[in-house]
């Protein structure tokens, strides 16, 4: 690879391309700050060779545009020093109209995270421990239907599956009781007559 695009700067694709070539050695490629939405483009038209994308298979780049699968293809990835690194994984074949066979790659873990809410602190710290213990139980309550309904992704979500080092909130174990009861609503999409009148006079001022 000559020319490849990493990503924006600072985003996670960018971070973890950025590790990989630094894993394997690789400093006389051309790194540039590209998203995956330009790259593909790029790649279409032989101005790059390459571009990382970090994302969840299906990745709606791929799976939503037309690709030439007789031009085109996932790179596998078999470097020892990269398997070593991150968890080996597989993109099943058939996945994206363009790639028939099964791809070796690796996959990035991903965990949700949350500040550490202290449910006797104060207004803000409880209400927003409360935030939290109600989403932990509508991800438990609701795994069924995420996962038959949802991105195919939540079918690999593993609850049990802590990072080393981490601890699980206590406002996260406080949603998981027996007796515990969400408390939340959908938010209502009705404007507040003083937000309508905000936007009617944006609306004057923005006339073309």
Request: one cysteine or more; hydrophobic letters at 40%; a neutral charge.
């Amino acid at each position: 690879m000559k020319r490849g695009a990493l990503h924006k700067a600072n985003s996670g694709t960018s971070l973890t391309s950025t590790l990989m070539l630094d894993i394997l050695g690789v400093d006389d490629a051309q790194r540039l700050p590209l998203n995956p939405d330009e790259a593909l483009p790029l790649l279409e038209q032989g101005q790059i060779d390459a571009f990382f994308y970090v994302a969840g298979a299906p990745a709606s780049l791929f799976a939503n545009n037309q690709i030439d699968g007789s031009r085109f293809h996932l790179v596998p990835i078999k470097d020892a020093p990269l398997l070593a690194t991150y968890t080996p994984a597989k993109i099943a074949a058939g996945t994206y109209t363009f790639q028939q066979q099964e791809v070796s790659i690796v996959a990035v873990k991903a965990v949700l995270m949350t500040f550490d809410y202290q449910a006797r602190g104060n207004a803000y710290q409880q209400e927003s421990c409360k935030t939290v213990s109600d989403f932990a139980r509508l991800i438990l309550d609701g795994r069924d239907r995420l996962q038959a309904s949802g991105h195919p992704k939540w079918k690999q979500v593993d609850l049990t599956a802590l990072p080393p080092g981490w601890e699980v909130s206590a406002c996260v174990k406080a949603g998981l009781a027996q007796d515990y009861k969400p408390n939340c609503t959908v938010a209502s999409a009705q404007t507040s007559p003083a937000n309508n009148e905000y936007l009617d006079l944006l609306r004057q001022h923005l006339k073309p």
